[in-house]
């Protein structure tokens, strides 16, 4: 039997989440590692560079990612379409996280790909792909999506 | 950032991603962690990753943050009374609760080792997190010391086996956050997570026999092996292939007298082996 989900948000309509620090969103880097493993197991430490903005269904996700001294920032799929960065839904995600993974999904270890998994399902996870974007236009992108 | 928070460190007991207290508490800095999705120090070792990555991960995180105190994980700057509390007072919130009571006692009355034979003794999830978070961090720290050797999580992992085939039972107070998911999916994530910790402990310990000729280090790879087999987030799934499998890989690699004969080689009074 299949579990059931949330299924309740609609990408034409739904806003998408994000906590980040309050003076300003973490700084996306188009050309670093494009691993979605890396990515949502926040590998590589703090501070490492990545192309991807983790963005959440939900507000309190967001919140708990903002904490006390941080701020919720929000956008919407269609923004994301409309600024020429690529949208990986949860449904995506969760397509492209299983056995040893696919595409970008792709990783050595089954185990921690079943944990990004697991985040992406818990924290309604959609992210925002600027890979394909100059780096000289991210931060007027920012502006457009999250201002 | 939560997955390299205190949150997500084995040194926090209290807590893993959705199950435990609202409050955590590291047995490193022996401080209350008001807000432990904010904080982190150079200790960290991770719950959710294999112990390789695991250690990767420790290496960068130790290169950033200090070990020496609690940080704020945004700011770096070293985290004050807002965010955690080391204050006698403040612990007099967790005396009725038998879980964060052995855990803010951890190796104070006894040796490690005893605080962990009683949280394996105790019932319930918080009671069993706390025990293989700990289980976890005490193997390493053994094992990385100058005669540490992959025995020294002999018991921890005999008594990890005594509880495999149980099921985890999550009740709705175990869970600590809100989540936008079915309450049984939660609980079901929740278990999977239980069950895959246990796995991962044990594989820690096969991987720091490998250089052994013992058949322990058969099970470093034992839970990458139930994930790969697996392939879904099921609870079910995994907890049919620990039956069906991964009990009898430990039972091959660790039997009952084997376990008894190294236990007492473990335990030998210097004093006798001087004899």
């Known amino acids: 039997m ?26 996306p880097t188009p050309t670093a590692n494009k691993s979605l493993v890396r990515h949502i197991l926040y590998l590589d430490g703090a501070g490492r560079s990545s192309p991807y903005h983790s963005t959440s269904e939900e507000q309190a996700v967001a919140q708990r990612f903002a904490g006390r001294d941080g701020r919720i920032y929000s956008t919407s799929a269609r923004k994301v379409r409309d600024a020429g960065v690529a949208h990986i839904s949860r449904i995506q995600l969760l397509g492209l996280l299983k056995g040893k993974g696919k595409g970008d999904g792709k990783w050595h270890n089954a185990l921690e790909v079943m944990q990004a998994r697991k985040y992406v399902e818990l924290w309604q996870e959609h992210l925002l792909d600027y890979s394909g974007i100059a780096a000289a236009r991210i931060d007027a992108i920012l502006a457009v999506l999250f201002g | 950032m939560l997955l390299i928070s205190c949150v997500n460190c084995c040194f926090n007991a209290l807590q ?23 904080t982190t120090c150079g200790h960290l070792l991770r719950k959710d990753l294999c112990i390789e990555s695991a250690e990767r991960e420790h290496t960068c995180h130790e290169a950033r943050f200090s070990p020496s105190y609690v940080s704020l994980l945004r700011t770096q700057n070293r ?37 962990l034979s009683q949280l394996s003794a105790m019932n319930g999830t ?12 005490y193997v390493r720290r053994c094992v990385s010391s100058e005669k540490g050797k992959w025995t020294s999580g002999l018991h921890i992992v005999w008594w990890i086996r005594k509880k495999l085939l149980e099921e985890p039972v999550i009740e709705l107070q175990d869970i600590r956050v809100e989540m936008a998911l079915p309450p049984a999916r939660q609980q079901d994530l929740a278990r999977w997570s239980i069950a895959m910790f246990r796995l991962l402990v044990l ?33 079910r799934k995994l907890f049919r292939w620990i039956r069906e499998h991964g009990a009898k890989r430990f039972d091959k690699a660790l039997p009952e007298h084997d376990y008894l004969k190294l236990s007492q080689q473990l335990h030998r009074d210097p004093i006798d082996q001087n004899r």
């Open chain 1, 2 to 27: 299949a579990i059931s989900t949330k299924t309740t948000w609609r990408q034409n309509r739904d806003p998408l989440w994000r906590g980040d620090a309050a003076p300003a969103l973490t700084h």
């Open chain 2, 16 to 38: 893993s991603d959705t199950l435990g207290t609202s409050m955590g508490f590291c047995v490193e800095h022996k401080k209350i962690l008001q807000t432990p999705s904010e």
């Open chain 2, 79 to 115: 985290a004050n009374g807002q965010y955690t509390s080391a204050n006698r007072a403040d612990f007099s919130g967790f005396d009725n609760d038998e879980v964060a009571t052995a855990v803010t006692s951890y190796g104070v009355f006894g040796t490690k080792i005893e605080s």
């Open chain 2, 126 to 137: 918080r009671a069993h997190l706390a025990f293989l978070s700990l289980g976890r961090a």
């Open chain 2, 203 to 235: 594989s820690d310990v096969g991987f720091h026999a490998r250089a052994t000729s013992h058949q322990f280090r058969s099970l470093a790879s034992l839970a990458e092996d139930a994930a790969a087999d697996t392939q879904d987030l099921s609870f």
